[in-house]
Every structure is written in C-alpha cells, then in structure tokens.
C-alpha cells in the first residue's frame, strides 16, 4: 500500500511531547515545575487540522502539569502520561478512541517510540529521530523535533487527504 493510500485511512494523529512537540530539552523552575518550549505553528497547524476533522491524542513516558496544560489548552482527545510501555500504550489509545490502528498517524523520536511507529497506519519520525527508528518509520520528516515537525507532518496529510486548499481559502480565499 502507498503512503497516499495509507493517508487515506487516517483519522487521528498520536504525538509524543518530548523530542517531538518540543525539542527534547527539559528545564525545571520553582520546585519540581518543568519548563518545555511549544512550537506555535505546530500547534496552529494542530488547529487547522483539528479543523479539517483529525482527532489528537497524546502518548508520553513523561509526566508534567506544562504536557497536560499545552495538550488540554489544544483539545487533546486522548492524553496519556507515564506510558513508559508504548506498545501496551498504543494499543490502548487506539481503544480509548475507538479506532484501529491503521487510521492512527504517530510520530515519535526515540527507540522507544518504535512500535507505535511500526504500528500505526503511518509512523512518522522527526528529522532528528535516532536512526533506528528509520527501520521502521514510513517516513522521516525534514524538520527536527520542537522546530516544526509535527506542521510538516499535518501539512503533508493534509495535502495528501485532499483537505489542504480548502483550509487555506480561510486565510487567502
């Protein structure tokens, strides 16, 4: 099946927060309060998708009140922290939103990130995914985590989905 065929099915996209929404670097503030830096255009592009009727779900090894305020603050359908097993834990999102995997698109960035990528309809990986994932990944995208990876990958969807134009009308229509 080819990679438009296989864009076809999906109707939700899993993201993992670290290394793939941001870029991977952890700060802490007062206490134990983490600091993680967002990409605004990932999230307007997660806005246009959200618009285009794409569904968003979460899966991280990771807990911290700055992932769950960004992912409740973007509409996050699905948000599941401290999934240090992500092959128990893909299967379950799949279930939490009552879609098979293959209508799921993941990105991930890391080993362990290996077999919802693997798994899902389309895996994608960032531009600076480990290179073992490229066993694996459908695709590797051109931008790094946290500098525009997951826009890339919504954009390519988007497009491939017929549903880009359309979107765009509302800012050059």
């Not at 309060?33 to 999230?43: H, L, M, N, S, V």
């Not at 999934?83 to 993941?106: D, N, P, R, S, V």
């Not at 480990?130 to 695709?139: F, H, I, K, S, T």
Request: overall charge negative.
């Amino acid at each position: 099946m080819t990679l438009h065929e296989k864009a076809q099915k999906i109707k939700a996209i899993a993201l993992d927060i670290d290394g793939v929404q941001t870029d991977g670097t952890i700060g802490f503030g007062a206490g134990s309060d983490e600091i993680k830096f967002f990409y605004a255009r990932d999230g307007h592009g997660i806005t246009m998708a959200k618009r285009a009727g794409l569904r968003f779900a979460v899966l991280s090894g990771r807990k911290a009140m700055c992932n769950r305020t960004r992912m409740e603050a973007m509409g996050f359908e699905v948000i599941m922290e401290g999934c240090h097993e992500k092959k128990e834990g893909f299967t379950e999102l799949a279930q939490k939103m009552g879609l098979e995997k293959e209508e799921i698109l993941y990105i991930g960035d890391d080993v362990v990130d290996a077999w919802p990528v693997k798994e899902a309809g389309l895996g994608f990986i960032v531009g600076d995914a480990v290179e073992e994932l490229d066993a694996v990944a459908d695709l590797r995208l051109t931008k790094a985590g946290g500098h525009g990876a997951v826009r890339e990958a919504i954009e390519w969807l988007l497009k491939e989905q017929g549903k880009w134009d359309s979107l765009m009308s509302k800012y050059f229509g």
